[in-house]
Nanobody, 125 residues
Framework: QVQLVESGGGLVQAGGSLRLSCAASGLIFRDYAMGWFRQAPGKEREFVATITWNGGTSYYADAVKGRFTISRDNANYLLYLQMNSLKPEDTAVYYC??????????????????WGQGTQVTVSS
């Protein structure tokens, strides 16, 4: 079965950096566009970034544009989110997710089929 496992979360001071990873299994990774979402306490899950199957195109939420970078390693079935200049408002559980096979990138939670369990990112002020 498809499994997505996020890692790399933690506690960081404002202005710091973290790199999240998402390890995929149970699917042909290069067949899927991927995305990162986040959910803060009391808020709905929101789009962060998405990337095409080959990493050629990516899109970002306005809140993270210029600070976060999504990338992927198809040979090793890994998705990444490099997060720089972190702010307290970036505090959330971060999730990786797959689009349906052969589909392009998407920004809505309903656009995605499989989800990981999430990793907590906490940014202190």
């Amino acid at each position: 079965q498809v499994q997505l496992v996020e890692s790399g979360g933690g506690l960081v001071q404002a202005g710091g950096s973290l790199r999240l990873s998402c390890a995929a299994s149970g699917l042909i990774f290069r067949d899927y566009a991927m995305g990162w979402f986040r959910q803060a306490p009391g808020k709905e899950r929101e789009f962060v970034a998405t990337i095409t199957w080959n990493g050629g195109t990516s899109y970002y939420a306005d809140a993270v544009k210029g600070r976060f970078t999504i990338s992927r390693d198809n040979a090793n079935y890994l998705l990444y989110l490099q997060m720089n200049s972190l702010k307290p408002e970036d505090t959330a559980v971060y999730y990786c997710a797959t689009r349906g096979i052969g589909l392009g990138p998407g920004t809505g939670t309903n656009d995605y089929t499989y989800w990981g369990q999430g990793t907590q990112v906490t940014v202190s002020s």
